[in-house]
């Protein structure tokens, strides 16, 4: 199949003319609308999938003549949203290059760079091939069943062409169909151009046979969605999950006022032990383990979460994004302390959006929120890590985890969460009406235009938007380890939280984590006793002289006194050791959230922030109503 393209029409409210080049012209956020025409000639990309066996993309790329004798093109080496050096260039092969159509020299001059020299005032095209095969949301992956090609992975610039418009042609298999976000809105298969190199990357192409997906589309706001799922489960209730997808698209539109783009697709990809999720402008990329859709609870919990956190990245991140990213510096790491807000406060809008579409109820909200605090509360390093530090090291901590990161670190998502929970918390208590949702408002109106979020900025936003000054408060939250008042923030919004032993019956034991289904320790916080005698990848085999078996060692525990000592046999590096090992007391981590009862200033602000929803909207598209379950989900 050969895939056209069309000239892109940039649309925006109201429409009208670019005064420059006398273009149909719609502003869709942070992108700013094109110079005229640039150069009168593209960047011409073809993308060859007709050989999906092989794993082998067949790239053939176009560059417009300039007056440079050297011209040096690159790969990138990381991509937006995905903070890991991960050296695309690695999977290049098979290098050609022509000059106004003659056979030319091109050399390889680092990992990720081809230089071509006498290039001044000639075309330049260059041929190669690229291996994809790594099924992950930031990768390509191609095999007999599907393509999934993204950009990023696939196709070079230089500083010359960045900024050039991109026409992209993608040939694959007959038969097969193309789905992306750079689509036309008619969803047909025709490809736009794409605004400069930046543009193009993050529009990741997925196609396949069509008997491999299943693709359904809704409108929200009076525009186009479409969720397109490859390899999808039998038996799951498609059309349930897209009206709760609406519903959290039609909520989040109501925080930012509005959606910034013509249509949007949601891409999900199913395959055993895959996650995570990729935002990009008008869509994102989903990875889902099978087992996340087999019931109604695993969907609400794993899968419309994922859906709601990489939906709210439409505006925070991809057009609201920190001042360190403009312009991304895609070959080496770049910097920012603000991911606790990109990133993290993204973590914390899946609470109330999903509450407000009417996914969560009272009971499966607490769940939820339980569970993440007591996620958070796990990680030791939240009193020695400020989460602006966390952020700013995200590429050698969150991407590269290693056993001790329990102790030495905190997730920006995790913290960012609860230190969003507690701003919104703040706010309102200082009666600024809709809370954090003020602040976001403001950030969309005053930063979606792509100039950059400041570094020392956010409190100052934030007195803009609303007359608080926070400075204090958010000093000590984010670039100090000051505990969160976030059980406060919870009972002062409407919830009680409560803490308990995970089993009364057992009160002590060693305090140490186990690597799933096994008696191998993953990873001992640093507060326990064990930490100074026993170590990760220990194999226990025994206690006080018998076989290791969990219940058992938990059940002589109760009889013992914290601080006692228990005789253990390990496996250490093939070894047989025996040490004393002390009991402690359990952590009660047993976390229950659940509204707040006999308190009606409480449950007033529990509404105002979390809504009651209302009755469901008939006919399917109506503009700015409010679209709920009349049942919400329960776990």
Excluded at 582 to 590: F, G, I, N, S
Aim: glycine share 8%; charged share 30%.
């Amino acid at each position: 199949m050969t895939v056209t393209w069309a000239e892109p029409c940039y649309l925006t409210e109201g429409g009208g003319l670019d005064a420059a080049s006398g273009m149909a012209v719609k502003r869709t956020g942070a992108f700013t609308p094109p110079r005229a025409f640039r150069g009168a000639v593209p960047v011409h990309v073809r993308l060859d999938v007709t050989e999906p066996g092989t794993h082998l993309v067949r790239v053939t790329m176009r560059f417009p003549p300039t007056g440079d004798r050297e011209r040096r093109f690159r790969m990138a080496a990381w991509v937006p949203g995905s903070y890991k050096i991960r050296d695309f260039g690695r999977h290049v092969q098979d290098m050609g290059c022509r000059l106004d159509g003659k056979a030319a020299r091109v050399e390889q001059t680092g990992k990720d760079e081809w230089t071509v020299r006498a290039a001044a005032d000639r075309e330049v095209e260059l041929a190669y091939r690229v291996y994809c095969r790594e099924l992950t949301v930031d990768t390509s992956h191609v095999t007999n069943d599907h393509a999934h090609l993204f950009p990023a992975t696939l196709v070079l610039y230089d500083e010359r062409s960045r900024g050039e418009k991109h026409r992209l042609e993608v040939e694959s298999p007959p038969g097969w169909r193309l789905w992306s976000g750079l689509e036309t809105p008619a969803f047909r298969g025709t490809l736009e151009d794409a605004d400069g190199y930046d543009h193009l990357i993050d529009c990741p192409i997925e196609c396949g046979p069509a008997d491999g997906y299943h693709v359904a589309t809704f409108n929200a706001r009076r525009k186009k969605h479409r969720l397109v799922v490859w390899s999808p489960p039998e038996g799951v209730d498609w059309k349930r999950i897209v009206h709760d997808m609406r519903a959290i698209v039609e909520e989040t539109a109501r925080v930012f006022d509005g959606l910034p783009y013509a249509h949007y697709t949601f891409l999900a990809h199913v395959a055993k032990d895959h996650g995570g999720g990729l935002e990009h402008r008008n869509s994102t990329v989903l990875g889902l383990d099978p087992l996340a859709l087999t019931s109604d609870e695993k969907i609400m919990t794993r899968f419309l979460p994922l859906v709601a956190h990489e939906f709210f990245h439409t505006w925070n991140v991809k057009r609201i994004l920190p001042a360190a990213f403009r312009p991304y510096d895609l070959q080496r790491e770049v910097y920012t302390g603000l991911l606790w807000l990109f990133e993290g406060v993204t973590s914390y809008y899946e609470l109330p959006i999903l509450y407000r579409a009417g996914v969560f109820d009272d009971p499966s909200w607490g769940k939820v929120v339980a569970e993440m605090l007591k996620h958070y509360e796990m990680a030791l390093g939240r009193s020695r890590r400020p989460v602006t530090e966390a952020s700013r090291l995200t590429w050698t901590l969150l991407y590269q985890p290693h056993e001790h990161n329990v102790n030495r670190n905190v997730s920006y998502y995790t913290k960012g969460l609860f230190v969003g929970l507690c701003l919104d918390h703040h706010l309102r208590m200082e009666g600024v009406r809709g809370g954090l949702d003020a602040v976001m408002r403001h950030l969309w109106n005053e930063y979606g235009n792509g100039r950059g979020v400041p570094e020392d900025g956010v409190a100052r936003i934030v007195e803009e938007a609303t007359g608080v000054d926070v400075s204090r408060v958010l000093g000590n939250w984010t670039n100090g380890t000051t505990e969160l008042p976030v059980d406060k923030a919870l009972r002062d919004l409407g919830w009680d939280v409560e803490r308990a032993l995970p089993d009364e019956k057992r009160p002590l034991g060693l305090g140490v984590h186990f690597k799933a289904a096994t008696s191998r320790i993953e990873r001992i916080p640093e507060d326990s006793p064990a930490w100074s005698v026993l170590q990760p990848d220990d194999e226990l085999v025994a206690a006080e002289g018998y076989k290791w078996a969990a219940d058992a060692f938990a059940e002589h525990a109760a009889t013992r006194e914290a601080g006692d000592l228990v005789r253990l046999h390990v496996f250490r590096e093939g070894r047989l050791r025996a040490f004393d090992v002390p009991l402690r007391e359990m952590p009660k981590d047993k976390i229950t959230v659940k509204p707040r009862r006999g308190d009606a200033a409480a449950t007033r602000r529990r509404k105002a922030w979390l809504g009651e929803g209302a009755a469901e909207a008939k006919g399917g598209g109506t503009t700015g109503q409010r679209v709920r379950r009349s049942k919400p989900r329960k776990v």
